[in-house]
Structure formats: C-alpha cells, structure tokens
C-alpha cells in the first residue's frame, strides 16, 4: 500500500493557484488542495492525509474523511511538522510505502531518517498536472468514440431505422 501525507499549508504556500487563492480566503485555498488531492487518490488509488497545522488555533484536534481525503487539524500548540512525524512512525510497515509531500528542508530530513520517502511541492504539482492531463486526453477519446452497434447493420438500414425513431416514414 502506498499511503501519501501532505503538509497542507506548505503546499498552499508552494503553489501559485493555492497561494493567491489563500490571500483573499484561506477555506478555499484548503477546499481547492483537499478536491485536487480527491482526483490524485481516485487516480492513484493511494491513501491520502492532509495536515493542517492548527498550532495557534483552540481546541482539540480535528480529523475528517471527505472526498476519499483524510483530513486533520492538529491539535492546540502541534505543528503540522510533528503530526506527521507520528502519522509517519504509525504508518511504517513493510507493506506500507510512505510518501511526505513538503517543501520543508528540515521536515525532509526528519521523515527520511523514519524511512519514508518525500515528494517536494513542486514534485506533487507536476503529477498532479499530469494527471489532470491523463484525465482529459481519456475523457476526448471517449467522447469521440461512437457506440457500435450490437447487430452489424447497413448504413442504409441503419438510416431507416434513425427515420422511423424520429417519427419520419
């Protein structure tokens, strides 16, 4: 299994789109993340978790589940940096691939003496293109493609058929 944890508000921080959105309203910046994220795991297949450092923010920590994204808010004085130091130490298994998507030098080092792989930002961003792009390209072939029929018939048939369902004799 490959499981992917994403440090949300580096990435926001990371990503152009993300980043301005972020400047007018921070929620859309997160929901925008968390809806290209969905497409990555409906794609993929892989378990995806994003954390969203909650440090000067009351209250307890935060977990959902939308859109096949896991979604957690630390809790009161936690960085997103050590919820994913523990979800990292938790995941690790020998039929588990970990991947942490950040840009954070320092965060880097950390996950990668616990075993697991980083993607950076700008690494993320460009499977993820990729996928998009994927998505297109097959969702125009398919609509290009014309159902063929069941039974074999002739373009003439076939004509007089089309005339009588439109009412035409």
Do not use: C
């Amino acid at each position: 299994m490959i499981v992917l944890v994403v440090d949300g508000y580096n990435i926001i921080g990371d990503w152009d789109e993300l980043k301005s959105l972020s400047e007018r309203d921070l929620e859309q910046a997160r929901s925008r993340l968390i809806e290209m994220l969905a497409e990555y795991q409906a794609y993929t297949g892989h378990r995806v978790i994003v954390v969203f450092d909650a440090y000067y923010v009351r209250g307890v920590e935060r977990f959902y589940n939308t859109l096949q994204v896991e979604v957690i808010f630390t809790r009161e004085k936690e960085t997103a940096d050590d919820k994913i130091e523990k979800l990292v130490k938790d995941l690790m298994n020998v039929k588990t691939k970990v991947y942490v998507a950040t840009s954070d030098y320092a965060e880097q080092w950390t996950i990668f003496a616990q075993g697991a792989l980083r993607k950076s930002a700008r690494e993320l961003a460009i499977e993820i293109n990729s996928i998009d792009k994927d998505i297109r390209q097959n969702l125009e072939k398919q609509a290009d493609v014309k159902p063929k029929a069941k039974i074999p018939l002739s373009d003439d048939v076939l004509k007089k058929f089309e005339n009588w369902r439109r009412g035409n004799n």
